[in-house]
């Protein structure tokens, strides 16, 4: 049995769900609750799939005292039903999902029924057909805006567009390196290619995705397992080092060459990556007395309700090519796929269609 849209026929839904640390997801129906003050039923049609659920599925990133529990923390969709109170959206409306706080009511956390007992889930879910999600979770968007590109405007690109725009507000003509070229790699690619750079390089291990960088906009590759990183990145700076270094590997080393490779006297490197849980980085502080700067981002300092709707807006102007960041499409069946996928490094951006 299927939810119609506007009048929920059934309460069923499918999800794959993380039970236990370090295994599969596990395909279940779960019974959605009734909408408390604040929450709305969406059914999904997309859902991104990030660094951040393979951190947590495979335990990197500490105990986790919520298991069982459902994943995922961008998509988009459509709305079926609201709970009381809620302004922002109403039934029929397509949304993005995304995991950065917006306008409306913050419902931090919900809970499911299955068979094998609770379910726990959080403000925010989107490996499932119908996800319980709250008011300031979803922007909507117009009718014309495909809901496959959309579900990117929930994380990648919000994070990649945001680290370029809001947290190092880049200058044009600068020289900038960005490090990992996954859904957030490339989504800062696209941004940075926007403020017309003096060089713009990729750096990663995998010659593919340097490739579709270069499709993006790179204008340098660098495959950091076959030469040394930072000492072409010195050769093509003229010694200087780089004005950005953005980091999105999500990798100790990684973290730790792209602090290195800015200049003195005002370079910055931002960290995007997530490191398992307990890992540090270590730098010389000597490199900060030089003027060298590093700085943390939260989602791009993306404040979703203003943000969101410029990324649609640049979509249909054709000035934002979210088509070619999506690599993968799997279906929910494939999500333990679409993880093993992303963790052998074969993945720009993999989508979950439902
Ligand atoms: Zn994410």
Redo the contacts with the bound molecule.
């Keep these: 049995m299927t939810i119609m849209r506007g009048s929920v026929m059934s309460r069923e839904t499918k999800a794959a769900v993380l039970c236990e640390l370090g295994k599969p997801l596990q395909l279940m129906s779960l019974t959605l609750p009734s909408l408390k003050p604040g929450q709305v039923l969406v059914e999904m049609a997309y859902s ?1 799939v ?4 393979l951190l947590e599925a495979r335990g990197r990133r500490g105990l986790d005292p919520h298991l069982p529990h459902t994943l995922g ?2 998509g988009a969709g459509t709305v079926c039903e609201i709970g009381p109170g809620v302004e922002k959206v109403k039934p029929g409306d397509r949304v993005v999902l995304t ?1 950065i706080k917006g306008q409306g009511q913050d419902v931090p956390s919900t809970q499911y029924k299955s068979d094998m007992g609770r379910v726990n889930s959080g403000a925010i879910s989107t490996f499932m057909r119908h996800t319980v999600t709250c008011e300031n979770r979803l922007i909507p968007i117009p009718e014309t805006m495909p809901l496959r590109e959309a579900a990117l405007l929930g ?2 690109v919000p ?1 990649g567009s945001g680290i370029i725009h809001n947290a190092a507000q880049v200058n044009s003509g600068s020289t900038i390196a960005v490090f990992g070229i996954g ?1 957030i790699g490339l989504s800062v690619i696209l941004a940075a290619k926007a403020t017309a750079p003096k060089m713009l390089i990729a750096v990663d291990v995998v010659d593919a995705k340097l490739r579709h960088a270069t499709q993006l906009g790179a204008t340098h590759e660098i495959n950091a397992a076959k030469v040394e990183a930072l000492a072409v990145l010195r050769e093509l700076t003229g010694g200087r080092g780089v004005d950005y270094a953005i980091e999105a590997a999500g990798r100790r080393v990684t973290m730790e060459t792209a602090f290195s490779s800015v200049r003195e006297q005002g370079g910055l490197c931002v960290i995007a990556g997530n490191l398992p849980h307990g890992e540090r980085i270590s730098i010389d502080p000597f490199d900060l007395i030089k003027g060298k700067r590093v700085i943390g981002t939260w989602g791009g300092e993306t404040s979703p309700d203003r943000d969101i709707p410029k990324y649609v807006e640049r979509y249909l102007a054709r000035e934002l090519d979210l088509e070619s960041l999506i690599t993968h499409e799997y279906s929910l069946d494939q999500a333990n796929q679409a993880l093993d996928d992303l963790e052998e490094g074969k993945v720009g951006r993999g989508i979950i269609k439902f």
């Design positions: 991104g990030c660094h951040t659920q923390h961008e995991w994380c990648a994070t859904g």
